[in-house]
Nanobody
């Protein structure tokens, strides 16, 4: 049973914006801190941002001031708004909750 479903990736020019969505099962959504990770080719997977069940957030230094993570309790969905995108943001982005992972959505920033 798929617990996390990501969407919203794509190709965008430098300086552009994208919003990623992660739809979760209600049980998972209510129980866990939700997070976004990313993995670029040849690099380790890294934490991008997280949001606790209480709404507290934390961000990687590389995305602070550009990315915003948020939760929609009515939809059991977590969002990652990404602004001022840079080529180095190019990666496969994964949604995470506890031991559950989504399938990943590709973000490519290129002119």
């Amino acid at each position: 049973q798929v617990q996390l479903v990501e969407s919203g990736g794509g190709l965008v020019q430098p300086g552009g914006s994208l919003r990623l969505s992660c739809a979760a099962s209600v049980m998972i959504y209510r129980a866990y801190t939700m997070a976004w990770y990313r993995q670029a080719p040849g690099k380790q997977r890294e934490l991008v941002a997280l949001i606790t069940t209480g709404g507290s957030t934390n961000y990687a230094d590389s995305v602070k001031g550009r990315f915003t993570i948020s939760r929609d309790n009515a939809q059991a969905t977590v969002y990652l708004q990404m602004n001022s995108l840079k080529p180095e943001d190019t990666a496969l982005y994964y949604c995470n909750a506890g031991h559950q992972w989504g399938q990943g959505t590709q973000v490519t920033v290129s002119s």
